[in-house]
């Protein structure tokens, strides 16, 4: 087999490592595939859906998993972070002929055919962003509902008295962002905490801050600012920053970009809530060349593998940032 080069750029994220516990079924989705010769050379593709620096550390758990499995994987970024770019993308990773395909997808309901033809022709795994509706043979990747309940937490302590609350994220179609929004909801329904809007700037990272920037104005006195992918964290604080508002306008957001952990020392975001990037990269490639080897032994009935996430602060990022920058050594 032809062995894929690695051409994209590093990408951004982190965490620590977290124990991924063995559960037994099996996935309908590519059941009857016939497994790799087990001594033949296995390549892999893993798909990020944007450019952002969150996946530098989920890169960081392909490598390894690559030198530790002896298989070949080339990291694939959609530059501009629009759905067509990554369909292009799989079209062409199914045109080299990978042994399997680990995908963040960008629009799961509308990519649902496309990835159904890849995993007709590969192994296909989500990652990050679930497409549950296809025939992917697992997820792996943080419980976002979940996770957006944690979020919801944290607003409620940096807003004990009640207040209002604006979300920021790129995208409403992304599975991840769905179910974060929705767990913020349920953890704020029934308290004097309001969400009065939602602000998409898809994946532009320059207008994540200019919507940062634009409801500052339009909404004088906001409670808190909430951002729910990794970049609209450090756009908030810029935003905050601008207007001079720290520590008066708090911030709660998701993952480590290091400019959020440098706002959480320094007292001007309150809290992140962390997943783990690097688990999404180094299981995806563990699982893909089980099951390119023929072994579903780790594949969970209902397909899929919860990485967790943990709460950044004041006081545990220092300790944090410490583990981060072992792991990415």
Request: glycine fraction near 8%.
């Amino acid at each position: 087999m032809l062995k894929l080069a690695v051409r994209t750029p590093a990408l951004l994220a982190a965490s620590t490592l977290a124990c991924m516990v063995a559960v037994v079924g099996c996935s309908e989705g590519d059941a009857n595939r016939p497994p790799n010769d087990a001594g033949s050379s296995l390549t892999f593709a893993f798909v990020p859906n944007s450019p952002s620096n969150f996946w530098k550390i989920a890169e960081a758990g392909v490598r390894k998993a690559e030198a530790e499995f002896g298989v070949e994987v080339e990291v694939r970024l959609p530059q501009s972070g629009a759905v067509d770019e990554q369909q292009q993308i799989l079209q062409d990773l199914l045109t080299r002929q990978v042994d399997g395909i680990a995908i963040s997808p960008i629009d799961p309901a509308n990519m649902t055919r496309l990835l159904d033809e890849v995993a007709a022709r590969t192994l296909l795994l989500t990652h990050d962003s679930d497409a549950p509706e296809s025939q992917r043979i697992a997820y792996i990747g943080t419980n976002n509902t979940a996770a957006g309940r944690v979020a919801g937490e944290e607003i409620l302590k940096v807003l004990p008295d009640g207040g209002d609350v604006i979300l920021f994220v790129g995208r409403l179609d992304a599975q991840n962002a769905r179910e974060r929004k929705q767990g913020i909801e349920e953890a704020l329904a029934g308290t004097n905490v309001a969400i009065r809007d939602v602000r998409l700037d898809y994946g532009d990272q320059a207008r994540a801050q200019e919507n940062a920037e634009a409801m500052i104005v339009a909404y004088p006195g906001i409670g808190a600012l909430v951002g729910l992918w990794s970049y609209n964290g450090p756009a908030i604080l810029k935003a905050v920053q601008a207007a001079g508002m720290v520590g008066e306008t708090k911030i709660v957001c998701f993952d480590e970009d290091d400019a959020t952990l440098q706002g959480i020392e320094e007292g001007a975001i309150s809290a992140t809530v962390v997943q783990k990037p690097f688990e999404f990269g180094y299981q995806s490639v563990r699982l893909l060349d089980e099951l390119a080897r023929g072994d579903r032994s780790r594949v969970p009935a209902d397909g899929v593998i919860d990485t967790g996430v943990t709460v950044v602060d004041q006081g545990n990022v220092v300790e944090f940032r410490a583990r981060l920058r072992e792991l990415l050594r």
